[in-house]
């Protein structure tokens, strides 16, 4: 069955940082939850959308699926005032235009981030927040160039070839009926997330459209189903990330984990993420699910303070 919202009407008000700046957003959020201007990167004729709040030390906060910048929007309005808070939508998710002949894949969304961070932006230092496919694809560009990192705070995500719950979940979303209710029924941003996130914010409806109508289309869906296919068909791409982790090692590194989620914060793969970071302070969030922004934005600017504070 076809989800209900289905069709997105582009915002008429046009809320953009560079005034001369026309576009439009391609859908209404409310301006209360989300209250932030819009930039937009333009590469090869495609926009990607993002967020740039405050001043000084950059803070990078990346998302994953089936979300996009509107999940950091607590963290956003408490630190701006004290840093530079940039967090960019995927290109497919949120605000973000789909590039022709995307795969959606890791790769490629890394690929995006690096060239929003470095060409575009040209920060030079800044600190980066990673969960979910924000985990794998945030520290593939953060290894990448390690000496630009200020420090990493992880949540709830892996940066390796997955393993037990992780593999069952892809295989499982993988099956051609799970593809189906993803691409047919927006699955991830209805149903899952709105049975991942804390009551409060699954009970409010600006919350919840904000997620479901950023995937108004079969079409627009595509990226949330590649997303759980690639827990495992990226194995080989996880591996080689998992060998570059060291070069964070000498970081400061901050983890929170929504102990509500047994799949990316379950013991085992807790145990090893302290293995890899054995001196980072730890956040046990008992009443957090998987979306951690969402149910617990104050853990996260607890550790960004902290980490501001050892920089400054």
């Given at each position: 069955m076809e989800n209900k919202i289905n069709t997105q009407i582009p915002d008429p008000v046009i809320f953009n940082r560079d005034r001369n700046n026309k576009k439009q957003r391609p859908f209404i959020v409310d301006k209360t939850e989300y209250p932030f201007q819009s930039n937009w990167f333009e590469r090869d004729g495609v926009s990607m959308h993002y967020i740039d709040e405050g001043e000084g030390i950059p803070i990078v906060l990346t998302h994953g699926n089936p979300d996009w910048s509107f999940l950091n929007r607590n963290i956003i309005k408490e630190l701006s005032g004290e840093a530079r808070v940039i967090a960019y939508d995927l290109p497919g998710f949120g605000f973000s235009d789909t590039p022709a002949n995307y795969g959606f894949t890791p790769q490629e969304h890394a690929q995006w981030i690096s060239a929003l961070l470095f060409?575009?932006?040209?920060?030079?230092?800044?600190i980066i927040v990673v969960q979910d496919w924000g985990g794998p694809t945030g520290l593939s560009v953060a290894t990448s160039n390690p000496d630009k990192v200020l420090g990493v705070v992880i949540s709830n995500t892996w940066a390796w070839k997955a393993e037990g719950k992780m593999?069952?979940?892809?295989?499982?979303?993988?099956?051609?009926?799970?593809q189906t209710k993803i691409i047919d029924e927006n699955f991830f941003a209805t149903t899952l997330m709105q049975g991942s996130i804390n009551s409060k914010s699954s009970s409010n409806k600006a919350i919840t459209d904000a997620y479901s109508m950023a995937f108004p289309t079969k079409e627009s869906r595509k990226g949330t189903a590649v997303f759980p296919a690639e827990i495992t068909l990226a194995a080989d791409w996880l591996e080689d990330l998992e060998s570059k982790l060291n070069t964070l090692q000498d970081k400061p590194v901050e983890f929170i984990f929504g102990l509500k989620d047994d799949t990316v914060a379950s013991q085992d793969i807790q145990d090893k993420w302290r293995a890899i970071f054995p001196k980072a302070p730890v956040q046990l969030l008992p009443e957090a699910g998987h979306f951690t922004q969402e149910d617990s934005p104050e853990s996260f600017v607890f550790s960004l303070r902290r980490i501001l504070k050892n920089i400054n």
């Amino acid at each position: 069955m076809e989800n209900k919202i289905n069709t997105q009407i582009p915002d008429p008000v046009i809320f953009n940082r560079d005034r001369n700046n026309k576009k439009q957003r391609p859908f209404i959020v409310d301006k209360t939850e989300y209250p932030f201007q819009s930039n937009w990167f333009e590469r090869d004729g495609v926009s990607m959308h993002y967020i740039d709040e405050g001043e000084g030390i950059p803070i990078v906060l990346t998302h994953g699926n089936p979300d996009w910048s509107f999940l950091n929007r607590n963290i956003i309005k408490e630190l701006s005032g004290e840093a530079r808070v940039i967090a960019y939508d995927l290109p497919g998710f949120g605000f973000s235009d789909t590039p022709a002949n995307y795969g959606f894949t890791p790769q490629e969304h890394a690929q995006w981030i690096s060239a929003l961070l470095f060409e575009h932006l040209k920060l030079d230092k800044f600190i980066i927040v990673v969960q979910d496919w924000g985990g794998p694809t945030g520290l593939s560009v953060a290894t990448s160039n390690p000496d630009k990192v200020l420090g990493v705070v992880i949540s709830n995500t892996w940066a390796w070839k997955a393993e037990g719950k992780m593999v069952e979940f892809s295989m499982y979303m993988r099956t051609p009926e799970m593809q189906t209710k993803i691409i047919d029924e927006n699955f991830f941003a209805t149903t899952l997330m709105q049975g991942s996130i804390n009551s409060k914010s699954s009970s409010n409806k600006a919350i919840t459209d904000a997620y479901s109508m950023a995937f108004p289309t079969k079409e627009s869906r595509k990226g949330t189903a590649v997303f759980p296919a690639e827990i495992t068909l990226a194995a080989d791409w996880l591996e080689d990330l998992e060998s570059k982790l060291n070069t964070l090692q000498d970081k400061p590194v901050e983890f929170i984990f929504g102990l509500k989620d047994d799949t990316v914060a379950s013991q085992d793969i807790q145990d090893k993420w302290r293995a890899i970071f054995p001196k980072a302070p730890v956040q046990l969030l008992p009443e957090a699910g998987h979306f951690t922004q969402e149910d617990s934005p104050e853990s996260f600017v607890f550790s960004l303070r902290r980490i501001l504070k050892n920089i400054n």
